[in-house]
Antibody, heavy 115, light 113 residues
Framework: EVQLVESGGGLVQPGGSLRLSCAAS????????MSWVRQAPGQGPEWVAN????????YSVDSVKGRFTISRDNAKKSLYLQMNSLRAEDTAIYYC????????WGQGTTVTVSS | DVVMTQSPLSLPVTLGQPASISCRSSQSLVYSDGNTYLNWFQQRPGQSPRRLVNKVSNRDSGVPDKFSGSGSGTDFTLKISRVEAEDVGVYYCMQGTHWPPYTFGQGTKLEIK
């Protein structure tokens, strides 16, 4: 069974940092692009970043450029999102998703940025 | 960025009746490889989004055939042939042609009348 399990969310003060992880199982992880997508309370999904199979290409939405870094460890079948300089508007559920067109999603991890 | 516009935003439907959701993009979604990367997602209350349809009309594995996608260029439609209680939720279209960034529609909330 294909599974994506996110972790690492929590409550953080503005300006703080968090590192999200996504553990993949049930498929050949290094065959797929992987994405992070977030959903603020009561809002629709927003694509955040994605990364190519070998990590050689990375893309992100303008609002997180210079603050968030996507990475992966194919040996550990894991995807990461390092989030620095967090702002209140980064508060959301963060999902990892498989593929360039997000065919499978995890259950999400909640990030709350508040003082 | 490509803007995706859905209508209606709220869709009350009687059980057993059909439903239709429209999605329009601000520019053509035909990619240079000839494919059109228009996807539809369902998000049931309290759950993660689930992809239903990819490349306009291809149902994902396990998706019932009551769901069908159609369209071309900038105009797309998701149809549900007979609405059941389990179909309640929010439906999003998303384009994967002109990225980054990928962009989603505002969502259509389907409820039972």
């Amino acid at each position: 069974e294909v599974q994506l399990v996110e972790s690492g969310g929590g409550l953080v003060q503005p300006g703080g940092s968090l590192r999200l992880s996504c553990a993949a199982s049930g498929f050949t992880f290094n065959n797929y692009w992987m994405s992070w997508v977030r959903q603020a309370p009561g809002q629709g999904p927003e694509w955040v970043a994605n990364i190519k199979q070998d990590g050689s290409e990375k893309y992100s939405v303008d609002s997180v450029k210079g603050r968030f870094t996507i990475s992966r460890d194919n040996a550990k079948k894991s995807l990461y999102l390092q989030m620095n300089s967090l702002r209140a508007e980064d508060t959301a559920i963060y999902y990892c998703a498989r593929g360039r067109n997000m065919e499978v999603w995890g259950q999400g991890t909640t990030v709350t940025v508040s003082s | 960025d490509v803007v995706m516009t859905q209508s209606p935003l709220s869709l009350p439907v009687t059980l057993g009746q059909p439903a239709s959701i429209s999605c329009r993009s601000s520019q053509s979604l035909v990619y240079s490889d000839g494919n059109t990367y228009l996807n539809w997602f369902q998000q049931r209350p309290g759950q993660s989004p689930r992809r239903l349809v990819n490349k306009v009309s291809n149902r994902d594995s396990g998706v019932p055939d009551k769901f069908s996608g159609s369209g071309s260029g900038t105009d797309f439609t998701l149809k549900i042939s007979r609405v059941e209680a389990e179909d309640v939720g929010v439906y999003y279209c998303m384009q994967g042609t002109h990225w980054p960034p990928y962009t989603f529609g505002q969502g259509t909330k389907l409820e039972i009348k």
